[in-house]
């Protein structure tokens, strides 16, 4: 409009900023989190990403200084916006900011000044960017053995990591089962970040966390009015995750009403929030994951079959710790890397007696159990190098043991002649040092005789099977009343394949 | 019994951010919901574990700010410390209503009214 048609002209050095009212409607379609701003720096606007980002609604960050919705770390003191003056640009910055979901994120942010046709000052424009991925793969250019956060190199990872990027291509329902511990978030998050939704938002939602009325709500959203004390519209998280994909994280813990409403969606993609008449099409992709038997539930008739079958489209088995024994050194190194790092200390390994317990130990709560050890012990430990005394007591006080007969004295020896190397007594003291460990270990498995000896027991029964089908594999597996996969695997494991 | 309380401030108002707060307010809240006591603190170059030190030798059993990051909060929690973040406000008018026992994680409390998120 000419400025002598404006009937409430602009003063001379600021306007207002006025949205035009079909733009929240274009901006909430934008895969990056948008914020607009007066020049007071107050929230003017927020898009659907920016929601789904800092956990505020839009309606109650309006008119809030920015500072207090975004929460980033450069907000307070050294805000960029502050140092735009008449004629500045647009600025960009890297930082984290704090969601209301108590997560750090990192992000890339554009701050653009808004003016008007007189080139005068009126608000300033931010789009945000989640650049979690970005960090991760930075940090782990140089290491392989890994994908996204997961990490290992068994031949049951490297089989994930080949499955994970075609996973991730498609648009299918994504069934993750495994133990606690075993990295089923994480796995959810990798297929997201390497899916072509990666610019979407992530969505987590814990069905056991919430009774069944508030996850209802929070899951499908509801109108205003819809019940007492629902004064606003509510999105949902299925609206929220919009163009990304939607984590059901303890899907066994869905109330049975629910399900009906989840399996509802999965036919025909449209959310319908509480109390409201018209549907909303949502092109979310759905990864959940459970650590229960849900064919056993269905059996119990706790869980739903038509929607285990739903769910059920790619379905992901994740190995838990004690399958993949070769994982635990990288992972110990992995994650003392990842500590010494973060609490700045000078820890250069494990010494042979920690190792030998660390490796010897059976893990029942998997990586997350592993990761909490060396966490603790990079705390505990003073010295370079975490010794047995910094273990938690638990480990040190018990020895269940998974090895192989004559694997793991063989294994401390060959993986770290560097750690022995550098003990402080020398070649001398480190050769009876790994004498007693060994006579230590041993004596260990004769206390242990009868569990140590099944692997045996287990290895030749595959060969009698494998003598008795003429080396036919699938009728070894029929005479063993196991799967082929399984056969397979533990000819692998016991080096039978070779 | 009296409640020692702690607020994150930003100038006038509670911070966005409990890591990076440089200031705080610990104020002894009576049984009958009165403020007996308020003093403020520098904290200059203090990290997020001095702070947490700080809260737990202090006898501080409520801790308001803005945005604080999950390890932190389940941590002062496991240490009986009742954390009520996303606070938006003015603290003054957070402290009174936290002496009326009426404050509440994400309440947002601004010079036209207040809200719960």
């Not at chain 1, 997560?103 to 808004?114: A, G, H, L, S």
């Amino acid at each position: 409009m000419p400025d002598n048609m404006n009937p409430n002209p602009l003063p001379p050095e600021i306007g207002t900023l006025d949205i035009p009212m079909a733009l929240p409607f274009i901006i909430d379609e934008l895969p990056l989190g948008i914020v607009a701003m007066d020049c007071e720096r107050r929230v003017v606007l927020l898009n659907r990403s920016m929601e789904a980002l800092t956990g505020f609604d839009r309606k109650d960050a309006k008119a809030i200084a920015c500072r207090h919705i975004i929460r980033g770390d450069f907000c307070l003191g050294k805000c960029p916006v502050l140092g735009m003056s008449q004629g500045s640009g647009m600025v960009c910055v890297e930082g984290n900011i704090i969601n209301r979901q108590r997560q750090k994120i990192p992000v890339r942010v554009t701050f653009t000044p808004i003016r008007d046709l007189r080139g005068h000052l009126i608000g300033f424009f931010e789009t945000f960017e989640d650049i979690r991925m970005l960090g991760t793969m930075a940090g782990k250019t140089s290491e392989a053995y890994t994908f996204g956060q997961l990490v290992g190199r068994s031949p049951q990872m490297e089989q994930i990591y080949r499955f994970l990027p075609m996973i991730a291509q498609s648009n299918s329902s994504v069934l993750l089962t495994g133990e606690t511990g075993t990295g089923k978030d994480l796995v959810a998050e990798a297929i997201h970040q390497e899916s072509s939704r990666a610019k979407g938002p992530f969505i987590k939602v814990n069905c056991g966390a919430l009774p069944a009325t508030l996850l209802e709500s929070e899951l499908f959203g509801h109108q205003k009015g819809a019940f007492t004390g629902a004064v606003e519209n509510k999105p949902g998280r299925f609206r929220l995750a919009h163009n990304g994909t939607l984590f059901l994280a303890e899907i066994g813990d869905l109330p049975l009403s629910l399900q009906v409403k989840l399996l509802t969606f999965l036919d025909d993609r449209v959310v319908h929030p509480l109390g409201s008449t018209k549907g909303f099409l949502c092109d979310v992709r759905v990864i959940a994951a459970t650590h229960q038997d849900l064919e056993l539930m269905v059996r119990k008739r706790t869980f739903r079959e038509d929607l285990l079958f739903r769910l059920n489209v790619v379905r992901m088995q994740l190995p838990p710790l004690r399958d993949r024994r070769d994982d635990v050194q990288l992972l110990l190194d992995h994650f003392l890397q990842t500590f010494v790092s973060k609490f700045k200390k000078p820890i250069r390994g494990f010494s042979t007696n920690a190792l030998r317990i660390l490796l010897a130990y059976a893990y029942p709560g998997n990586v997350r159990e592993l990761k909490n050890i060396v966490e603790y012990a990079s705390n505990v430990c003073q010295v370079n190098q975490i010794q047995s005394e910094h273990l938690p007591a638990y480990l040190t006080h018990s020895l269940p043991s998974y090895r192989p007969a004559n694997d793991a004295p063989q294994m401390i020896a060959a993986q770290h002649p560097a750690t022995q190397e550098e003990s402080p007594d020398g070649a001398d003291s480190a050769a009876i040092e790994r004498k007693i460990i060994i006579d230590a270990i041993l004596k260990t498995q004769e206390d242990k005789k009868v569990e140590l000896e099944w692997p045996a027991i287990e290895r030749k029964m595959i060969i009698d099977a494998i003598v008795k089908a003429q080396g036919r594999r699938n009728k070894a597996a029929t005479i063993l009343g196991w799967s082929r996969s399984r056969l397979y695997r533990k000819m692998i494991q016991y080096g039978i394949e070779k | 019994m009296a409640t020692k309380a702690l607020i994150c401030l930003y100038g006038n108002e509670v911070a966005p951010r409990f890591d990076l707060t440089r200031e705080v307010l610990i104020a002894v809240i009576g049984d009958v919901g009165k403020v007996q006591e308020e003093k403020e603190l520098v904290l200059p170059h203090a990290s997020v574990e001095i702070i947490c030190n700080m809260i737990i030798t202090e006898g501080i059993k409520v801790v308001i700010c803005g945005g604080i990051e999950e390890e932190y909060y389940q941590y002062l929690t496991w240490k009986n410390v009742t954390v009520l973040d996303s606070v938006i406000g003015n603290w003054h008018a957070v402290l009174q209503r936290l002496a009326q026992g009426r404050l509440q994680s994400g309440d947002i409390l601004t010079e036209e009214g207040s809200k719960n998120t």
